[in-house]
């Protein structure tokens, strides 16, 4: 098996979230956060925690930890071996913000609508 394939969300304007995130962060967390998605690329939905956790209805977070930073990339699968990335953020707080879940199904919801249309 070859794995899965990783994808960021791009909107319909050609921005891409996931990206502008991962710009954002410094270079030792964006290299754990690109060590997560290769663990993410060969086990799929079999990556549990501490790497991976089910948010529900289907969406995902991708979970890293660098020193006392942690952050997290929304994601989930499509079309069998297809894993899309749609957002991620620096986490705070102790539960996961309904605003980072709310904009996920957002683009997630765009993403199928227009896949759909292809």
């Excluded at 790497?51 to 660098?66: C, I, P, V």
Aim: proline share 3%; with cysteine; net charge positive.
């Amino acid at each position: 098996m070859t794995g899965y394939n990783v994808y960021f969300y791009r909107k319909e304007d050609g921005s891409c979230p996931v990206i502008d995130f991962l710009d954002s962060l410094d270079s030792k967390m964006r290299v754990k956060v690109f060590e997560g998605i290769a663990l993410l690329k060969m086990n799929g939905p079999k990556l549990r925690e501490p790497y991976s956790k089910a948010m529900g209805d289907g969406l995902f977070e991708l979970r890293t930890k660098q020193g006392s930073n942690i952050t997290r990339v929304l994601y989930f699968f499509f079309d069998g071996q297809q894993i899309v990335m749609t957002n991620g953020f620096v986490k705070k707080t102790q539960k996961t913000p309904q605003s980072e879940i709310s904009t996920a199904k957002k683009f997630r919801s765009d993403y199928l609508s227009r896949k759909g249309n292809e």
